[in-house]
């Protein structure tokens, strides 16, 4: 199949649509609970440990801005790749779900440095 046309095919545009659908396939029964639990909370998971561990690694990542235009630069990368390689699509809702898991780990940080800075400060 040409490159093209495997783009087309292979790509998901319209936010929400795949999420959607998984949510109203858990609701009404249609499918495996495993397969949209597994597609939902796995994207999410993928990148939860980037917003914990870039941030620590990476100072100029302790801003949420730039962690976010950082995670959705690499993430849009990685769509991209799966697409040209035909190793997987281009999905919106991968994105979303993506960076949303990202987002979660930073707060995750956020978290965690404040607390610490919460504990120094009781401790000092």
Do not use: C, H
Not at 29 to 42: D, E, T, V, W, Y
Not at 59 to 65: D, E, F, P, V
Not at 83 to 98: A, K, M, P, Q, W
Request: hydrophobic share 55%; proline share 4%.
């Amino acid at each position: 199949m040409p490159l093209m046309e495997y783009m087309k095919l292979s790509s998901n545009f319209v936010p929400f649509k795949t999420i959607i659908g998984y949510v109203l396939a858990i609701s009404n029964g249609s499918m495996n609970l495993i397969i949209p639990i597994k597609n939902l909370a796995g994207n999410m998971a993928a990148f939860l440990p980037m917003g914990i561990f870039l941030p620590y690694f990476i100072r100029a990542l302790n801003k949420l801005k730039s962690f976010a235009v950082t995670m959705a630069v690499m993430i849009l990368s990685v769509e991209i790749i799966q697409l040209v390689t035909r190793r997987g699509s281009l999905d919106i809702d991968d994105f979303i779900l993506n960076i949303i898991g990202a987002l979660i780990g930073f707060g995750l940080w956020k978290a965690i440095i404040a607390r610490k800075l919460g504990d120094n400060a009781v401790n000092v």
